[in-house]
């Protein structure tokens, strides 16, 4: 049973969130509620996710303003009355079940603000790291949150101030911009990943001429998904990896994590930068359902609305940069993930056939990055030969997939 002031929490929305902001209210201190109803919007560097009321009553306190980053469980608000403490008549609790409210609100908003006892200084995690890469002092920090609370555009503002306090000879320099607290967690995952994982690469060119007419036939049936390049190279992924499956694997403290799904997150582009939901059942879903899919999970993508399936774990991603004109990418891998390839622009040249004559040939580059502590160079080349030759001979993406 619900009691007054009980918390209300920052959700945990996947295997690996281990904090989240709070994006949004959108209730207020003292406003009744329905079971159901979405009281705040909880944004992490990969999702942006609508909570709703597991219950029916009245919101008590917000202990999180929005745009703070807390921890997974960090209580973010109260009750003041649920429903569930409505007596037969329809009234509230009786008072001596009420009287505890307030000290039991003022102990959450302390603990939220502040944490354990201790002689540091109030902050956001996003701030703590921040300060402890660009090894800032919180003491020197000016807070700007609410009881002395530093944020990370303090510790923003405190290296800005570091790096240009011997500037007063120098040219005035044209303020920086505010960048937001998605581009912030995805710039510290993309240090993180870049730091802690020891990335090799290899690249292959892929043959897509056979592709790109079976690709073109199919899309002239009426009525039916349009195929993408990426929706073949996502189908290519996942039967290569299930019939490797030792790849499908995770580092995770210093062991590898066997992975049951064979699932692949695909780069998406939108304007908080790029997003990487992921597709599961890759290896074994028919092209048009694979497309619908990849297809959904970039609109809500691009919509901020991805779901919580979205964020499932994957070994592997996919980064398609062709449709810019690029050639070749050199990808960073997910901080939570143990592969990435990217695949550029095709392009028409001439290789020697095999009496030695030229042959025009339509080519992309396929580069995989690969966690050097999981698998090495060797592996990960093959990995890589085996989505090329699937594209190469695409029909074999059409039939049902061989058993392991």
């Known amino acids: 049973m619900s009691i007054a002031g009980a918390p209300i929490v920052m959700p945990k929305l996947g295997l690996t969130m281990a ?3 709070v994006a949004e209210w959108l209730v207020a201190a003292g406003q009744s509620v329905t079971q159901g109803q979405t ?3 909880v944004e992490t560097d ?6 709703e009321a597991a219950q029916s009553g009245e919101i008590g306190a917000l202990l999180v303003a929005a745009g703070e980053t807390v921890p997974v469980g960090t209580a973010v608000a109260t009750w003041s009355r649920p429903e569930a403490m409505a007596g037969p008549g329809g009234g509230t609790a009786p008072a001596a079940t009420e009287a505890p409210a307030s000290a039991a609100i003022e102990l959450l908003r302390n603990a939220a603000q502040t944490g354990p006892a201790t002689a540091r200084r109030i902050a956001t995690p996003l701030a703590r790291r921040l300060a402890a890469a660009a090894c800032i002092d919180l003491s020197a920090v000016a807070p700007s949150g609410e009881k002395g609370r530093i944020k990370a555009r303090d510790v923003q503002a405190a290296i800005g ?3 240009h306090a011997p500037a007063a000879l120098e040219a005035p320099r044209a303020p920086g911009v505010p960048v937001s607290a998605t581009r912030l967690r995805i710039a510290e995952r993309l240090v993180r990943s870049t730091t802690e994982i020891p990335h090799f690469y290899v690249s292959a060119p892929a043959e897509i001429s056979r592709m790109e007419s079976l690709r073109a036939e199919l899309n002239g049936d009426a009525g ?3 195929l993408s390049v990426t929706h073949f190279l996502v189908a290519a992924i996942g039967r290569a990896l299930a019939a490797r499956r030792h790849l499908n694997a995770v580092w995770r403290d210093g062991t590898q ?3 049951d799904d064979v699932a692949v997150g695909v780069a998406v582009e939108t304007d908080n930068g790029v997003r990487m939901p992921v597709i599961g059942a890759a290896d074994h879903r028919a092209l048009d359902d694979l497309a619908a899919g990849i297809h959904g999970a970039a609109e809500r993508a691009r919509a901020g609305r991805l779901r919580p399936a979205d964020m499932a774990p994957a070994a592997i991603s996919l980064s ?3 449709m810019f004109g690029v050639s070749q990418l050199l990808p960073i891998i997910d901080p939570e993930q143990s592969f990435i390839i990217g695949a550029g622009r095709a392009e028409a040249l001439f290789r020697p056939g095999k009496d030695g004559a030229p042959v025009a040939r339509r080519e992309i580059t396929l580069t995989l990055a690969g966690d050097h502590r999981l698998v090495d160079g060797a592996a990960g080349a093959a990995l890589l030969r085996a989505v090329a030759d699937l594209i190469e001979a695409p029909l074999q993406l059409l039939r049902p997939p061989q058993a392991a």
């Open 39 to 41: 009281i705040f919007v």
């Open 19 to 21: 904090e989240g902001t």
């Open 161 to 163: 101030a570091r790096l």
């Open 320 to 322: 398609n940069v062709g």
């Open 257 to 259: 994590v066997m992975l």
């Open 46 to 51: 990969k999702i942006s996710h609508e909570i």
């Open 224 to 226: 039916r998904i349009r």
